[in-house]
Each structure stands twice: as structure tokens, then as C-alpha cells.
């Protein structure tokens, strides 16, 4: 279960607005995380302004782009709880569960705002909308996703089976 504030995102925001190029030969995980949505306009400032345990919730397509895993780890490592979207990138998506970022798809996604506090069950995907007190359905993940996500990522999945 998460519980957090949303930060707002749209459609299409693809990897090098997430974590730009420029910071690819940085390998400490809290030095990527105070670039994270550096290239976003108007949140250049928002591993500043997140908090730990804050979700993200954007559109369709989020995470498009290049195949680096440098975006979903600034994420991870910014303290985000859970980023919640309409669709992700494939790329993005197997990213995020390989490196145990909690990742929920959401048709509704569009009716969580922008300071709303939701609550997440990744177990059933409900969403819940606490201060509106109103309940989305989002999209679990399949077992295996979940047993690698709950593992800490796909390394640590690797590690217990072997």
C-alpha cells in the first residue's frame, strides 16, 4: 500500500525529460535523483520540491524514448513511491520492475490531480483518491512483475531463485 501527494505529468514524457543525457556519466544513484524531471518544462526544480513517498501520475506513453534504465532510477531514487500512468513505454515498464520501481497503469489516470492524495493497493490496483473520496481501478501487475518488484528489482529476484 502507498500513500502520498501527486506530482502531474502528461502524455509522451520520455526518458531524456526524465533523466537528461547529459547526466549519463553520473553512476551515484542520489546524485541522478537530483536531476530527475530536470528536463520537464517548468519542473526543473522538482527533485527539489518531491518528497519521499509522493507519487507521480502522467499520461499516455510515459517513459518513451531511449532504453536507459537511468530514468526509472532517478525516480526510484528521488523518493517516489509509485508512479501511476495511463501507459508506459515498454521499455520504461520492464526498466522500472527490473530495478524495483512500483509502476500502476490507470485509463482513469486523468482524473488524479495535481496535489490530490491517493492511496494505491498494488495488490488489487485500486486507487483511491483521499481527499475526494473517490476509487479508480487500475491494472495490477502479473505475478511474476510483482514477485520481481517486491524482490527489489530483478537482481535481488535473481539472487533468492538461485
Known amino acids: 500500500m502507498y500513500r502520498g501527494k501527486v506530482w502531474k505529468f502528461g502524455d509522451d514524457v520520455d526518458t531524456d525529460q526524465i533523466y537528461p543525457g547529459k547526466y ?31 507519487i507521480i501520475v502522467a499520461g499516455e506513453n510515459f517513459g518513451c524514448g531511449s532504453s536507459r534504465e537511468h530514468a526509472a532510477l532517478a525516480i526510484k531514487h528521488a523518493g517516489v513511491a509509485i508512479v501511476i500512468a495511463k501507459s508506459f513505454a515498454r521499455i520504461f515498464y520492464r526498466n522500472a520492475i527490473n530495478i524495483g520501481l512500483p509502476i500502476m497503469e490507470c485509463a482513469e489516470a486523468d482524473e488524479i490531480e495535481e496535489g490530490d492524495e491517493v492511496e494505491v493497493d498494488e495488490k488489487t490496483g485500486e486507487i483511491r483518491i483521499v481527499n475526494k473520496d473517490k476509487v479508480l481501478k487500475g491494472k495490477p501487475l502479473s505475478g511474476l512483475e510483482r514477485d520481481i518488484l517486491m524482490a527489489g528489482g530483478l537482481l535481488n529476484y535473481i539472487k533468492k531463485k538461485g
Open 24 to 54: 549519463l556519466p553520473l553512476i551515484d544513484p542520489k546524485e541522478m535523483a537530483r536531476h530527475v524531471m530536470e528536463g520537464v518544462d517548468g519542473r526543473e526544480n522538482f527533485a527539489d520540491m518531491v518528497s519521499e513517498g509522493d
